[in-house]
């Protein structure tokens, strides 16, 4: 059974950093493209960004791009999501998911195309 375990979540002031972990377990990680979401409280899931197997390709949210930046090491069967400049919108509880995928195709952002996911990790960025 594949598993996820997300880690690295935390408090920090605007402007921060933290670096998400995720470690899957039960399969092959590298056969999975690797996606990060985030909800708020009181809002709907969304995209954050997502990854390919190989790590060719690599998809951001508008919100994130430039500050965000998703990565992948097979070896370590873990997807990262580091995370710069920090803004009090950030704060959300973030899942990392996996999708059994040959390529990191167009509904990358669509959290149903997700097979697994983690149990979540709280980020605040207090102002």
């Known amino acids: 059974q594949v598993q996820l375990v997300e880690s690295g979540g935390g408090l920090v002031q605007s402007g921060g950093s933290l670096r998400l972990s995720c470690v899957l377990s039960?399969?092959?990680?590298?056969?999975?493209?690797m996606g990060w979401f985030r909800q708020a409280s009181g809002k709907e899931r969304e995209f954050v960004s997502a990854?390919?197997?190989?790590?060719?390709?690599?998809r951001y949210a508008d919100s994130v791009k430039g500050r965000f930046t998703i990565s992948r090491d097979n070896a370590k069967v873990t997807v990262y999501l580091q995370m710069s400049s920090l803004k009090p919108e950030d704060t959300a509880v973030y899942y990392c998911?996996?999708?059994?995928?040959?390529?990191?195709?167009?509904?990358?952002?669509?959290?149903?195309?997700?097979?697994?996911w983690g149990q979540g990790t709280q980020v605040t960025a207090s102002t």
């Open positions: 998911a996996a999708r059994e995928s040959l390529i990191i195709g167009d509904n990358y952002s669509n959290g149903y195309e997700y097979d697994y």
């Open positions: 990854i390919s197997r190989t790590t060719v390709t690599k």
């Open positions: 039960g399969d092959t990680f590298s056969t999975y493209t």
